[in-house]
């Protein structure tokens, strides 16, 4: 009887491996837009499908099923999507039983509607379903349409190993929660993602680990909001700081990152724990989205411009050489020309080393879609934004300037994009460096960089001994 179960073990047999796979070698090409989560989700979903005995392919000219795994988050993403599904009639007509899915937060956000507004959609599965995905599409080929948009409270995909796509094999992204419960009242991602919900943080510690077994030295952690991290099991609680003490700790070697938080929940404890250890990225990404208070309190977010410029103190006094990141909004709904200046004030007094900015977009069944106008014309949104890239070019470069004839320790990513010859990687502040190749090193490595000149958008050095 114990042999029979030591056996069992030794293989890893499961009911599962005992039945037909219903992939039974079948080519699965995958398709990605939006954030992180979704690169994330999609490493997911070809794992779970893997298991079933799919074949993950990067040429969509063989694929059996093709996967969308779409974005919501600005009209612009959707449009974007819908353009790509059109193109994707010629390979329905130029393989037969083709089956095309459409995942994510699209597909969450539109439900049926997707399958009666493109003819080629056979799929349809929100976030939270993607272990249902082999009998969606096993529904799917036998001529149904498989749909399920059910969110759930609990799945974290926790204990599934996403199959890494990643190409450098240096950093990679690990998801410690899903979901988000701030209602910022422009925003889509409370409705596609569901409730927010924390990861075991075995099952985070271990992949991380694995991770660094394989080589990996920078891992970042994912979350909308990742400050809020929180397990409670067996009267023992783990909040995101002693999260980060423990991945900090898997080994001195691996650099851990984070994104993103949100500034109300920025903790000292956090700062105290990343000051600790110097593995821990100076790099901290603090979404301000407006510098006016009046946009604030519309936009929900919980906190004024002082409260947020606290936090910036905080983070300046605990980790004097940490780098300062943000999103911003222009032309949010009833935004003025005062409260545009006030971004922009914010943006100077913080001084951010770099930011994504964008332009605001109604998203149907948000909270400003439902009590507020979108009334700052076009044009408009468009000058604000180009007055807010502008701005942030200028601090970007005077950002870069201040590196100039420093050293840096700088974590190897690989060949540099514009030349074979040169290398690139990433200061702790993630700021990207470009330098000299030189022989015996690689990527993964870490080397001395100093500084020699730069752009608005990258640093240029070379190595030195340490
Ligand atoms: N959870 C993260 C943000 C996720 S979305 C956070 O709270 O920081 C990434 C960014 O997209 C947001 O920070 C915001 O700046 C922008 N964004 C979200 N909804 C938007 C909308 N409707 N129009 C324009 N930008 C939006
Ligand atoms: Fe959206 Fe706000 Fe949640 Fe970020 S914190 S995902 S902006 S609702
Ligand atoms: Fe887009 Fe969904 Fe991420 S809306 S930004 S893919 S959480």
Redesign the pocket.
Known sequence: MTDTKKETENHRLSVADLRPLTGAGKKLYVETYGCQMNVGDSEILIAIMQREGYRYTEDIAQADVILVNTCS??DNAEQRIWGRLREFHRYKKARKGLIVGIVGCMAERLREELLERESIVDIVAGPDSYRDMPRLVALAASGAHGVNVQLSEEETYGEIRPVRLDKNGVSAFVAIMRG?NNF?S??V?PYTRGRERSRDPQTILREVTELFEAGYREVTLLG??VNSYRWEHDGQTVTFPDLMERVAAVSPLLRVRFA?S?PKDLSDRLLEVMAARPNICRAIHL?A?SGSDRLLKAMNRKYTREWYLGRVAAIRHALPDCAITT???AGFCGETEEDHAQTLSLMREVGYDSA?M????M?PGTQADRHMTDDVPEEEKVRRLNEIIALQNDLSLASNRRDVGKRFEVLVEGPSRRSGEQLCGRTSQNKMVVFDAREGIAAGDYVTVRITDCTSATLLGEVVAE
């Open positions: 988050i600005r988000c910022c422009y925003c991602v909308q909001n993103t949100h979404p989205q999103d911003l909004i994504y964008f332009k605001y977009s998203r």
